[in-house]
């Protein structure tokens, strides 16, 4: 998302006479409206938060209790389609994350769980094929993973240890869907291939004496 550069002219102050919460609203230098948000008796933001670019249009919405995230938080781009849509609970990314290219196609989605990623990450192509399924635990790649050709075939296979660590049976395939290679990675992610749709099964190199 583009940093917007931020002059802060006038603020603001509406004071609702029905309740305790109070909306401010800060200008950029041209007066347009840069930022508008509720803040509690406290001087906490409260509620509702827009950022708006110069010239008016939305570049972020989110919810706020009592001065943290709770909710839903939108980035949108200058189109207008969105960017990122976030939940929070208690200021902690919690729940589906998205990402977006600026035509509107879904790019990325993952599950957050008190700040931390876990489950089934998915990313696609901007055609809207699937590009890569990987899952997460505790933050950081563990378990199966599989790539895809944009044609929708797949094209690694393997598991994860970690982070984009390989370890165990690492699988290539070409664009028309068949297995080429086949490779074995040890703990360390050194991999070595074990057999190819040309040659077959492949002795691999002793490369450490026990």
Request: net charge negative; with cysteine.
């Amino acid at each position: 998302m583009e940093k917007l550069c931020i002059i802060l002219i006038s603020l603001s102050l509406i004071v609702s006479s029905c309740s305790n919460s109070s909306e401010l609203s800060t200008n950029y230098d041209d007066g347009s409206v840069m930022e508008r948000f509720e803040i509690n008796k406290d001087s906490l933001k409260h509620g509702l938060y827009t950022l708006y670019r110069p010239g008016g249009t939305v570049a972020e919405t989110a919810n706020y209790t009592n001065g943290v995230l709770n909710g839903e938080r939108k980035l949108v781009y200058e189109n207008g389609n969105d960017e990122i849509i976030e939940q929070y609970t208690d200021d902690k990314l919690h729940g589906v994350y998205k990402s977006f290219y600026p035509t509107g196609q879904l790019e990325l989605e993952m599950n957050y769980v008190h700040g931390v990623i876990e489950g089934k990450s998915k990313k696609y192509y901007e055609s809207g094929k699937l590009s890569e399924e990987v899952n997460f635990q505790n933050n950081n790649e563990n378990g199966p993973f599989v790539e895809y050709y944009d044609n929708g075939n797949k094209k690694w296979e393997g598991e994860f240890l970690n982070g984009e660590n390989e370890v165990g049976l690492l699988m290539n395939y070409n664009e028309e869907g068949t297995l080429v290679k086949k490779m074995m990675c040890d703990s360390m992610s050194i991999c070595q291939t074990i057999w190819t749709l040309e040659k077959g099964d492949i002795t691999p190199i002793k490369l450490f004496d026990k």
